[in-house]
């Protein structure tokens, strides 16, 4: 690795929907380039990449995996990402360090949700992208129709390959490149009954080239041809520039067509040098600079995963940007300004790991216990250091209540799930004050699912998942005038004695409680007003409807009574809370609910049940659009009718749609549910105590 310069150093990840064959296609990769003997397999538990024991039982990547190798005078780190929506986060982080991508797409059935939806994030970033037709050999494959479902969402798709044959029959690829055919056999002419078929695809590459240049397109146009050479280069031009997406095919299974990507890989997507200046800030000056591929430069770096291993403990995986990182190295964490030590450099070879020593630029490796370094965090040198953008980490979409089986676990249970958060930062896990429960909080069910098999598996505690209680306000939708809070106890020596007069009226809503002292003539001691307010906002713990903290208040301490010898803070302290109950009753108590901005995504075929969904769950649409093959939708919904939605979306879209859901604002509860949140809420409490 360390001999290899950085313009042959490539950094890609496999993308796409989940099962279309991405993990299949590395394990042919890493075969066909000679990093592997044998052909890993998902199916039989062999897969150098999908190696968690989750992901052998599920036979499905949940993590994404990375894998450095060399190759033909190459450097290479496939990146393996996952294609369901409830891991496909972590895949979106991982791209944000690489250089390319290559999407992978399935014969049957062509681009889905989840393709699309990579696709947009690697142009969001800027990232080239090559696509492969993967699964030409299975039943209904379609080559035509899998470039029509790229050029759908919005890909200018131009196939760089051709099939040979179809579904049993499928034998090859003739390379539009070289205008050669690569079946089992090695490399061969084109049949001669593709010939003409392969001629006419080639000169709608040629021409897809050369209007991307225009001394390209003037030389087609005199010359009404290119040479290889002048399209070779036009299309690196071309995909660097993100201008095109050049579609290539074969079987990940069969090893057909799997040599020529890994060829067109190392010519055509961009190595760390070519791809082109990273912003930064100086950390001494904080000007903005820009960051080159440099290994004489300051080090820099950007954390693309973060992995719990159970004998290393703690590894961190860095795609290092600029410099040089040797042995007992000391960095800078650039984002929390913690110093590290490393300790030693591993390459990544999906579950093991292999000693180096030293990495360059564009080089991803792997640091054994950085204390407080995490996935996302941007890595300098300690001195001359500069803090490259840290890589934004998605929010977690859906949340469960979880709690210990036994009583006894927890502690090892949140100190345990501390660590599984570390390791995947799209978990989040808190308490909710108002509801006294803990939330572990995921890119869906199957994600939050997973996280608690993984927790038994690595740590021995089990714990059960609930749908969390929904966190109801309450408040008052009128004003109430001159309310007596009262507290008048004698029984034999110094008694208490505390009496206010309190105004409540509405606030609007997310102001909070506020507390205004109108007391004049000191009808209540100055001393004793700040115990007044802190009985009134003690009182706002629990309202009057169903116990819910009370919000959106506004309290006016008007006038009191005070005695010289009984008044002491305690009793008007319970004088403000008394006033508070009776004037917030007075008021007319309700009930507020948390209302969500969902994003909703999924083919066009099922907006309609969609949209009725919505309407039974008191949701407002908000806006439609169409965008590629995926249809958006933006709704405001109650939290409540959301808690199980992940599980109705999948039933209505067979697992193609996904949403994301952020909290907005509160709304009051419709008079009809009020009642039956309150008599639930005292349910509650009654079982509970």
Known sequence: MIDIAVKDTRNFALVGHSADGKTSLGEALLHVSGEKGTLGSVEDGTSSLNFLPEEKKRMTSISSSIYGFDGSGKHFTLVDTPGDSNF???????????????????????????????????????????????????????????????????????????????????????????????????????PGELQAEAEEARGRLVESVAEGDDDLLEKYLEEGELSEEDVAKGLVESVRARRLVPVLCGSAVSLIGVELLLRRIAE???????RGP??????????????????????????LKTLIDRYAGTLSALRVVSGTLRHDSVLLDATTGSKERVSKLMLLHGGEHVDVPEAGPGDVVAVAKLKDVHTGNALTAEKGGLALRPIPIPQGVISYAIRAKSKGDEDKVYTSLGRLVEEDPTLQLGREASTGEFLLTGMGELHVRTTVQKLQRMYGVDVELKTPKVPYRETINRRAENVEGKLKKQTGGKGMFGVCYLTVEPKPRGEGIEFVDEVRGGAIPRGLIPAVEKGIHEACAA????????????????????????????????????????????AGATLLEPIMDVDISSPGDFVGDIMGDISSRRGRVQSSETKGATHAIQAQVPMAEMLEYASTLTSMTGGQGEFHMTFSHYEEVPAHLREKIAAEARAGREESS
């Not at 912003?279 to 300051?298: C, F, K, Q, Y």
């Open 88 to 190: 496909q986060a972590d895949g979106q982080i991982a791209v944000s360090a690489l250089d390319g991508a290559v999407v992978v797409v399935a014969a049957v059935g062509g681009a889905k949700v989840g393709t699309e939806r990579m696709f947009r994030h690697c142009d969001s970033l800027g990232i080239p992208v090559l696509a492969f037709v993967n699964g030409l050999d299975r039943e209904r494959a379609d080559f035509a129709g899998a470039i029509d479902s790229l050029r759908k969402m919005d890909a200018n798709a131009v196939a760089l390959a051709l099939p040979i044959g179809a579904e049993a029959k499928f034998r090859g690829v003739v390379d539009l490149l070289t205008m050669k055919a690569f079946t089992r056999d090695g490399e061969g002419e084109i």
């Open 268 to 274: 055509l997507l961009p190595s760390p040098a070519d």
């Open 278 to 303: 990273w912003p930064a800030t100086r950390l001494s000056d904080g000007s903005e600079i820009e960051v080159t591929a440099d290994p004489a430069a300051p080090f820099s770096a950007l954390v």
């Open 543 to 586: 309202g009057p409807i169903a116990g819910y903290p009370v919000v959106d208040v506004r309290v006016r301490c008007i006038d009191g009574k005070h005695h010289s010898v009984d008044s002491n803070e305690m009793a008007f302290k319970l004088a403000g809370s008394f006033g508070f109950k009776a004037a917030v009753e007075k």
